[in-house]
């Protein structure tokens, strides 16, 4: 079975910095793209960064040059790490791996920027 685990969400003041990391097991992230996305309340889910299997990324405008997405084949996990901090970032994100059969998701980590 395929599961994916999100973790490292929390409080943080506005220009903080968090990491969240995403785990999986039943699958192995390198085999496929993995995306992180966001949604706030009254907000429909929306894609912050994503990674290829060639390691190629791509970033909603938004967060570009604030948010970057790595991975670790070895450990596959895929991080996801938030510079400068806004309270437009607060949302729940999840990491997803779509496969050729269906698309994984976690079930979210929390995040909040206030002062």
């Known amino acids: 079975q395929v599961q994916l685990v999100e973790s490292g969400g929390g409080l943080v003041q506005p220009g903080g910095s968090l990491r969240l990391s995403c785990a999986a097991s039943?699958?192995?992230?390198?085999?496929?793209?993995v995306g992180w996305y966001r949604q706030a309340p009254g907000n429909q889910r929306e894609l912050v960064a994503e990674i290829t299997v060639g390691g190629t990324t791509n970033y909603a405008d938004s967060v570009k040059g604030r948010f970057t997405i790595s991975r670790d084949n070895a450990e596959n996990m895929v991080y996801l790490q938030l510079n400068s901090l806004n309270p437009g970032d607060t949302a729940v994100y999840s990491c997803?791996?779509?496969?050729?059969?269906?698309?994984?998701w976690g079930r979210g980590t929390q995040v909040t920027v206030s002062s």
């Open positions: 997803n791996c779509r496969t050729n059969l269906r698309t994984y």
């Open positions: 039943g699958i192995r992230f390198s085999f496929y793209r």
